[in-house]
Every structure is written in structure tokens, then in C-alpha cells.
């Protein structure tokens, strides 16, 4: 391909794609950062209540016409307000700021960890307090990741990050399934390690019939909430990156700079 002068993402991951060898023909590669960061925020919420009001357990037994006795059941067990719990995030880009919005709209206490610590103003403007990720992991309640992946960053939730959580915690992932040790979740649920997990990805996807968190004994399958990787596929969120793709494409036909650069050029 000699005349190819751009490689875009409809998203906002670039792993899958060499950006050295690019960089070399000096190809730019783009993502679309931030397009998606409304319609994943959406989708972390969604995990968050449906693991704290048990959808998909209640769901099943109004179905089956246990709708008096199930309830009796979830108000002795106890039903908790996304409000109470304290979230903590684990990357604060803007997926990570845009869910903190809407904590905020829950009244939840919100600390974060990042590499690199928020401005001040950004801190106060949506209530985060930052703390080193072993401290966040072991105080709060949600634990949320919004982060790429990255040499440093896959499987950074492993056997030994999950021992540190308390066994009421709930670990929401909306951002990539190689974050998590897959192994290392599915025996920290069954082992009552962690209360319960809600994933919109896997590792590796296409996921096949035999992954471990797919093959959780029956006794602990409502500890876990899936959604089809579906965060970041809006119908707005298609807009959005399309239209900036174009505006790249365009801009990259008439000789100028595109937006969103993620391989150096």
C-alpha cells in the first residue's frame, strides 16, 4: 500500500496495530479518543446497579413466580444505594472523568488513581480524591478501570491486586479484558474473595465456550454481569467517531495534521 498516507480507529484502542512500523513510513495512525467516553460511562453505571440491585438473579425468579419470596429474600440480605459505596477509579482519561460525573449524581465518594495526578482544580471540580492504587484497591467498594492496555497494564488485576480488596468489593470493567487475569477473577469469585464483578470485555475475544469466568459453578454465577462489549457502540458514539474520521481523512487529503495522533509522527 505505498500511497497510504493514514490508518484510523473506529474506537479508541490502537494495540492491535504496529504505530512503529507506521511511524517508519511515516503513516499517521489516529484513534478517536474521548468520542465514546459518554456512551461507556453509561455502560459502568449500568454494571455497577445491576450487580447492587441483583438484576439478572431477581430478573429470573419474577419469571419463574417468585416475586413475593425473592423479595423477601434481597431486603433480608440487604440492598445497597449506589450512593453509599465509595467508587474507586483506576484511570482517570475521559472515560474515567465522564463516569465520575455520574457518580457524582449519586452522591457516591469517588477516589481515583492515575500515573499521572489530576490539576487540582479537576480534583475538586468532580470531588475525586487520589490515592496509590494498593491504598485504593483496599478501601473502596466499586472498583472501576478505565485504562488502556499497555506492556504495564496487562493483567495488572491479578491473584495478588484482588487479595487486597475487600470481600464486599465489586470490579467493573468497561475497558479491556487483558487488564484482569481472567483465571485469577473467576477463582477470587468462587473463593468469596470479591463480591461480585460486572465485564463488558474478556480476554480473548471472540470468547469461547471453555473461559473460566464462563464456567463459574452455579453457586456463585450472579456474582457476574456480562455485556457483549457493547460500552462504546452507540448510535451517537458512531456518529461521533465517523465524523471525526472523515474530518481526518479529509484533513490528511489536503496536506494538514490530523486530530488525535497516537503514533508520534
Known sequence: MPNLKLIHTEGVGYDRINTNAAAQRGIYVCNN???????????????????????????????????????????????????????????????GLETAKRLNAFGCKISYYDIKRAPAETEAEHGLTFLPLKDLLSVA??????????????????????????????????????????????????????????LDTLYPEPTGKNHPLLNLPESVQY????????????????????????????????????NNIVNGL
Open 223 to 258: 456474582k457476574l454481569v456480562f455485556s457483549p462489549h457493547i460500552g462504546g457502540t452507540t448510535n451517537q458514539d458512531f456518529e461521533r467517531a465517523h465524523h471525526n474520521a472523515w474530518l481526518n481523512m479529509q484533513k490528511v487529503a489536503n496536506g494538514e495534521r490530523p
Open 33 to 95: 479518543a474521548g468520542v465514546n467516553a459518554a456512551s461507556v460511562a453509561e455502560q459502568t453505571i449500568l454494571l455497577m446497579l445491576a450487580l447492587l440491585r441483583r438484576l439478572l438473579e431477581g430478573d429470573k425468579e419474577v419469571r419463574l413466580g417468585r416475586l413475593s419470596e425473592t423479595k423477601s429474600r434481597f431486603i433480608l440480605d440487604g440492598i445497597t444505594e449506589l450512593g453509599s459505596c465509595h467508587v474507586g477509579l483506576i484511570g482517570l482519561g475521559a472515560i
Open 141 to 198: 467498594e466499586i472498583i472501576s478501570l478505565h485504562l488502556p492496555v499497555l506492556p504495564d497494564t496487562v493483567n495488572l488485576i491479578d491473584a495478588e491486586m484482588l487479595k487486597i480488596m475487600k470481600p464486599n468489593t465489586l470490579l467493573i470493567n468497561t475497558a479491556r479484558g487483558k487488564i484482569i487475569d481472567q483465571k485469577a477473577l473467576a477463582d477470587a469469585l468462587v473463593n468469596g474473595n470479591i463480591k461480585g464483578a460486572g
